[in-house]
Each structure stands twice: as structure tokens, then as C-alpha cells.
T-cell receptor
Framework: GDSVTQMEGPVTLSEEAFLTINCTYT??????LFWYVQYPGEGLQLLLK?????DKGSNKGFEATYRKETTSFHLEKGSVQVSDSAVYFCALANYGGSQGNLIFGKGTKLSVKP | NAGVTQTPKFRILKIGQSMTLQCAQD?????MYWYRQDPGMGLKLIYY???????DKGEVPNGYNVSRSTTEDFPLRLELAAPSQTSVYFC????????????FGEGSRLTVL
């Protein structure tokens, strides 16, 4: 079945460092890909998405490019801030076989130190 | 904007007790979902609904029941609570099935002792 694999955390960075969180997927057909973020004590919220190959999603300085040839959707940010400390979830939706249900990775916890 | 509201935020149950987690959304979304989040395991879908009166099982439905009598409300019922149901539960909603944009509540932390 469809699945998402994320790099293991936690990830600890200093403020202004470059961030990469790796995400790869397995799916039939042409899924849509998402990054969700969960700040401490809150529910998840959509950070960015891409719906077809070579699309780049971006929001709040974060970017991710849908790479079909490598089945990847890595999250990047050029300069992280303390306020970016959160858990980041990669997810996919394969609308051909589901009611829009998302399949989530296990999450990667990011801690940014001042 | 209230969005998705879950109650209670915290609850401790004894083994064998029952309870209902409440979820309400004010965005007139047709689609609603219940997920559980276990440490280091991501989110697993328990049940979902595509509209009032229509529900279906997700990946991990055993030990749970749902109902959807109105568009706004999607309660999750736990019968005969077990320690394996200790988790954080998230309710979510979406306008359609094809955007992948889910709106989540703040979660309900349940401990079964």
C-alpha cells in the first residue's frame, strides 16, 4: 500500500541554520504531497503542498519540490528561527483509492536553539 | 473563527469505562475524520465521514464507534476502554476530498489506566 517515510528526529539546529527534512513516498498513480506542521500543544496545520511532478510548494520560507523520479518531497528552509520549532509531518493523498484520506509519515521533531 | 473544536482536552479513564470525544466544526465541511497519534508513530485514521449519515472505517477502527447526525458534529465513542487506546486523538475536517487540506482540532489526550 501507499506509505511515507521521513527522516528520524529529533533535529536540533541553531538559529539561521539551513534545514532539510527528507521525505520519500511509495504510491501507485500520481499522489498529491503535503507537509503539515504541529506546534507544541496544537493540532496539525497545512504548511505547503504540491499536486504534480516538479511542482514546488512554498510557505513561510519553507519549500519542497515534488520529485517523481526519486519519489521524494524534501522540506527545506534557508534560515530557521526559534519559532520554527515544531513537529513536521510529510503526507500523501492518493485520491484514486480513498476518500481524500491522508497517509502521514511518523513526523520529525525540529528544535531550533537561539 | 472557531474552526474545529474538540472536547475534552484531557481525560483519564479506567479500564472498561466508556466515553465520547466530541468534535464540532463551524466551516460547513462535508468531510470529517478522527485520527489517533501515538508517540513516534504519526497519525492513524480511525473513522471518517463524507457527510451527515455516512461514516466509514479507517485503518484502526477496532474499539471505536462514530456517528454523524449533523454536518457539524462527529463524536467518537470509546467502548470498554483499554490501555492500548491511550493516545492523543485529533478530529479534522475538510471541504472536499480532493485538496488534502485538513483542518485539525487541538487534540484530546486520553489515558487509560
Amino acid at each position: 500500500g501507499d506509505s511515507v517515510t521521513q527522516m528520524e528526529g529529533p533535529v536540533t539546529l541553531s538559529e539561521e541554520a539551513f534545514l532539510t527534512i527528507n521525505c520519500t513516498y511509495t504510491a501507485t498513480g500520481y499522489p498529491s504531497l503535503f507537509w503539515y506542521v504541529q506546534y507544541p500543544g496544537e493540532g496539525l496545520q497545512l504548511l505547503l503542498k504540491a499536486t504534480k511532478a516538479d511542482d514546488k510548494g512554498s510557505n513561510k520560507g519553507f519549500e519542497a519540490t515534488y520529485r517523481k523520479e526519486t519519489t521524494s518531497f524534501h522540506l527545506e528552509k534557508g534560515s530557521v528561527q526559534v519559532s520554527d520549532s515544531a513537529v513536521y509531518f510529510c503526507a500523501l493523498a492518493n485520491y484514486g483509492g480513498s476518500q481524500g484520506n491522508l497517509i502521514f509519515g511518523k513526523g520529525t521533531k525540529l528544535s531550533v536553539k537561539p | 473563527n472557531a474552526g474545529v473544536t474538540q472536547t475534552p482536552k484531557f481525560r483519564i479513564l479506567k479500564i472498561g469505562q466508556s466515553m465520547t470525544l466530541q468534535c464540532a466544526q463551524d466551516m460547513n465541511h462535508n468531510y470529517m475524520y478522527w485520527y489517533r497519534q501515538d508517540p513516534g508513530m504519526g497519525l492513524k485514521l480511525i473513522y471518517y465521514s463524507v457527510g451527515a449519515g455516512i461514516t466509514d472505517k479507517g485503518e484502526v477502527p477496532n474499539g471505536y464507534n462514530v456517528s454523524r447526525s449533523t454536518t457539524e458534529d462527529f463524536p467518537l465513542r470509546l467502548e470498554l476502554a483499554a490501555p492500548s487506546q491511550t493516545s492523543v486523538y485529533f478530529c479534522a475536517s475538510s471541504r472536499t476530498a480532493n485538496t488534502g487540506e485538513l483542518f485539525f482540532g487541538e487534540g484530546s489526550r486520553l489515558t487509560v489506566l
